[in-house]
Nanobody, 122 residues
Framework: QLQLVESGGGLVQPGGSLRLSCATS????????IGWFRQAPGKEREGLSC????????KYADSVKGRFTISRDNAKNTVYLQMNNLKPEDTAVYYC???????????????WGQGTQVTVSS
């Protein structure tokens, strides 16, 4: 079974940056696509980005395109989400998840982390 643990969240001012990490264990990461999602109170879970198992394919939601960058280091079993120019509407719990394909659909992902809180406020 693949286990995922998010870290790197916190409080940041608008316009600031954070880098989230998703550490995995249980299986080699080479076979899995990894997605990043977020969920704010009262909102449905939103797919933000995914990266293919090889790292050659990436997708971004319109809400984060140009501001967020996903990357992976399979040797370290870790996937990253670099978040720049953060806005108050980015405030949410951020989750990483594993799937056999790179999509932004939550139901396509079988394994999930517990989430890390990101708060963007002045």
């Amino acid at each position: 079974q693949l286990q995922l643990v998010e870290s790197g969240g916190g409080l940041v001012q608008p316009g600031g940056s954070l880098r989230l990490s998703c550490a995995t264990s249980g299986f080699t990461l080479d076979y899995y696509a990894i997605g990043w999602f977020r969920q704010a109170p009262g909102k449905e879970r939103e797919g933000l980005s995914c990266i293919s198992s090889s790292g050659g394919g990436r997708k971004y939601a319109d809400s984060v395109k140009g501001r967020f960058t996903i990357s992976r280091d399979n040797a370290k079993n870790t996937v990253y989400l670099q978040m720049n120019n953060l806005k108050p509407e980015d405030t949410a719990v951020y989750y990483c998840a594993a799937s056999l394909g790179c999509t932004l659909v939550a139901d396509d992902f079988r394994s999930w982390g517990q989430g890390t809180q990101v708060t963007v406020s002045s």
